[in-house]
């Protein structure tokens, strides 16, 4: 599975922004797609994430009520819809992959994860 993802740019806060993640090869209906992100000189961090299949989200609790997760199963595309961005959003954001179905307590767990984007940049300026 190859992930490309962009989308990234520089946006002011409380502005929007949507990621894009295009997966190609070989998927399966229990992937569990994601997006993390990581600042500088920071560890990489769970954003959201989405079964392939049955659609379920799951969210940080930083970014819910703000960011939307989706995807497009007939594009084989995932989307990452940020709104009311805030300063503290900005970072190097990553799709990323499972290759089994991973239970809920792991999904916010960068280890499941198999295969990984190169990551977009996201800046929001104050």
């Known amino acids: 599975v190859q992930l490309q993802a962009f989308g990234g740019g520089l946006v002011q806060a409380g502005g929007s922004l949507r990621l894009s993640c295009a997966a190609s090869?070989?998927?399966?209906?229990?992937?569990?797609m994601g997006w993390f992100r990581q600042a500088p000189g920071e560890e990489r961090e769970f954003v959201a994430a989405i079964r392939w299949s049955a659609g379920t989200t799951f969210y940080a609790d930083s970014v819910k009520g703000r960011f939307t997760i989706s995807r497009d199963n007939a594009k084989n595309m995932v989307y990452l819809q940020m709104s009311s961005l805030k300063p503290e959003d900005t970072a190097v954001y990553y799709c990323?992959?499972?290759?089994?179905?991973?239970?809920?307590?792991?999904?916010?767990?960068?280890?499941?994860?198999?295969?990984w984007g190169q990551g977009t940049l996201v800046t929001v300026s104050s």
């Open positions: 990323a992959a499972s290759s089994l179905r991973i239970i809920a307590s792991m999904i916010r767990l960068p280890s499941s994860y198999v295969y």
């Open positions: 090869g070989r998927t399966a209906s229990g992937y569990v």
